[in-house]
Structure formats: C-alpha cells, structure tokens
C-alpha cells in the first residue's frame, strides 16, 4: 500500500438515497415537471400555493425557472413530484373538459410590483370561457392608461394556465401576444370553446 | 453575482461525492442515515451560504461530522460482549475494505484527514477547515495516519 485508494462509487445507491431525501424533506419551493396537452410546465408549490406553471421551452428553459424560484422565492428547491398531485388532477381535469376553474391556492411571490401582482389577482378571476381585453386588466389593476405595461406584466406572467392570461385579448378581438407562444393560446382558448376568425390572428 | 444553485442541483452534484465519502467512512449500513441527516443539515442551512463559496468542500465537512456523530453513538450503544469475532467485519463493497476498516479505527483526526484525502478527495486546506485546524496540523494528521496504516501493513 502507498496510498488508500479512492473508494469505488455505487451510483445507483447513491441516486437512490438522494430520492430517498427528496421525498422526506420539506424543501421550501417543490416542483415537477408535468406534461399537458399544451406541452411540458415546470410546475412548482410552495407552501402557500402554486407559484409557477412556466413553459418548460419558455422563459429560457428549465434551469432558467428553477433559478428564478430559487433567487426569488428560497434556493431550497427540490424536486418532489408527489406534491404537486393536486395541481396535476386540476390541470388534467381542467384540459379533458371536466372542470371550469382551479380550487388551487395561488402563490405570486416571484412578482414583485404592486401594479404587477394585482393584475395577475385580477386576471385569475377572468371566468372561463370568457375574455377581457388588455385595457379591460390594466383599469382593473388600478391604472387604465398602463396598457403596455399590463401586456408586459401578462407576458411574464409565471402561473399561465391556472391565472388565464389566455384570456386577455387586445380590443377589437386582436389575439396580442403570448408568454408560451400564440399557439398555445389558440389551443387554450378553444378548450375554453373560443375559436377566433383568422382575421383576429 | 453568483447566485446560490437551486437545492436540486446542488444535491444531485454532490449525492455521488457524498456516498462514497459515507460509505468509506461508516460503511454501506449506516451510510444512508448519515446521508439524510448530512443534506438536512445542509439543506437548513443553505438559504445562509455565501453563494461563492465552496459547495463541495462544505458538504463533505458536514458529512464528516455526521459520521463523528455516529462513531459516537457506536461507542455509546456497544455492547460488551464474552466472545469477540475474530474475524473482523469488512464492508464487502468496499475495495481495500480492510485498510477502510484500519483508517476507521484511527484517532479521530488522524481518521479525518485520511477518510477525507482519500475518501472525500479534499485538499490539504479544505481538509484543515473541515477540522477546524491549521493546515500545517492538517498535514501532520495525515502523514501520522499513513504512517500507521503502512506499519500495520507491514506487520499483517
């Protein structure tokens, strides 16, 4: 002997034991990446509610959504798909037709304006199957005249899907923009039994 | 600014590291224990970490002291017993598992430089703040615990 060598690694062990962990501990952000009709969300809750449902190929992909939780919420991320259940029975209910709008509990901490936040609140009471226009949501948040602003802050909003920002649409019945792409929300409102004249695209 | 990884990452970076270093030091059946309790430790306090700090280097120091904390136990909860194996027990998925078993039996920080040299790959300074020594002394415990360990090898 000159030296003890390096122990040999049991990976499989150790992937098992990190498992192990991730079910026991109470991270403080929980996430899980859930497959929808709609593509792939990164789906995450903290203890007060739902926090984020970002497209996964949006918002600069998944390593990008879960940074921004962890700078933004608490860094003690940790993937733990049995606690994002009930988000994924809502959501599949919600996209096989059998449910009209989310019992969840939402969480807006990773927003950090006023103007921002209330125009998200406002905006998750939009009911289903109807729509509201961009100068309709900015009144609601408390300043009428900030209509770019509140198409900005529905751009990023980071819970799409659950606060339907689907049903914002520009006056005249304009689809505007989309923070998954336009196709999602073409997709999302003809769940919701809204089919726009191609005019309106 | 270098931000802080979100926990995920930082346990799926380091759970190999982490295991092996375990494994080395408690053997394959207490390991899992000290592996849960090393990464609720760190992750209580993670949100406190200075984001450019050495990740590595702090959750082998944690899982070190875990594994201190379990030798403790061990003595504390031994049995004394008439008739003592002769034969000693060797972890079987350890390679050089008897030698893991001689630095097991080391003093305490002469078997904390060694476990963490050559079991956790730490540098001479990590190894000195995982002891909270000087790196000289650091050195020292090491070479102590390897000059043991060889004239054990001599006289087997």
């Known amino acids: 002997m000159t030296t003890p060598k390096r122990p040999p690694l049991d990976r499989d062990a150790a992937r098992a034991a990190a498992a192990r962990f991730a079910i026991l501990a109470e991270p403080d952000v929980a996430y899980a990446i859930v497959d929808t009709p709609v593509g792939k ?38 993937e733990a798909p049995a606690r994002l259940d009930e988000v994924r029975r809502e959501l599949d209910e919600y996209f096989e037709g059998h449910r009209r709008s989310f019992d969840l509990a939402i969480d807006l901490s990773l927003i950090k304006t ?19 226009t961009y100068r309709d949501m ?21 819970i799409p899907i659950v606060v339907p920002c689907h049903r ?7 689809i505007g923009g989309y923070t998954g792409g336009l196709d999602r929300k073409v997709k999302l409102l003809a769940t919701e039994g809204i089919t726009l004249g191609r005019h309106d695209r | 600014m270098a931000v802080l990884p979100p926990f995920q990452r930082f346990l799926e970076d380091h759970r190999d590291d982490v295991w092996r270093f375990l494994v080395a ?3 394959r059946t207490d390991a899992d224990d ?16 200075r984001s450019d700090s050495n990740l590595r280097a702090w959750v082998l120091t944690i899982a070190h002291r875990k594994a201190l904390d379990t030798y403790r136990s061990r003595k504390r909860n031994a049995v004394p017993v008439e008739d003592v194996p002769e034969v000693a027990h060797h972890d079987p998925e350890l390679r050089d598992g008897a030698l893991w078993e001689q630095v097991r039996a080391l003093p305490p920080k002469q078997r904390g430089a060694v476990m963490l040299r050559y079991a956790g790959d730490l540098s001479h300074g990590e190894i000195a703040t995982a002891l909270d020594c000087s790196e000289e002394a650091a050195r020292r415990s090491l070479h102590e615990g390897l000059k043991k360990l060889r004239a054990a090898e001599v006289t087997a």
Not at chain 1, 114 to 132: D, H, M, V, W, Y
Not at chain 1, 168 to 174: A, E, K, P, Y
């Open chain 1, 41 to 78: 969300v990164v789906a995450a809750n903290t203890k007060r509610g739902l926090a984020s449902l970002s497209y996964a190929d949006h918002h600069g992909g998944i390593d990008r959504v879960l940074e921004a939780l962890s700078a933004g919420i608490s860094p003690r991320v940790l």
């Open chain 1, 114 to 132: 006023p103007f921002s936040k209330r125009l998200l609140q406002a905006t998750a009471r939009i009911p289903f199957g109807e729509t509201r």
């Open chain 1, 138 to 158: 900015a009144a609601a948040a408390g300043n009428a005249a900030a209509v770019r602003a509140a198409g900005n802050a529905l751009g990023h909003n980071p």
């Open chain 1, 168 to 174: 914002v649409l520009r006056t005249g019945g304009n």
């Open chain 2, 25 to 27: 030091a408690v053997g």
């Open chain 2, 34 to 49: 000290c592996f849960q309790e090393t990464f609720m430790a760190a992750m209580r306090a993670y949100p406190r970490l």
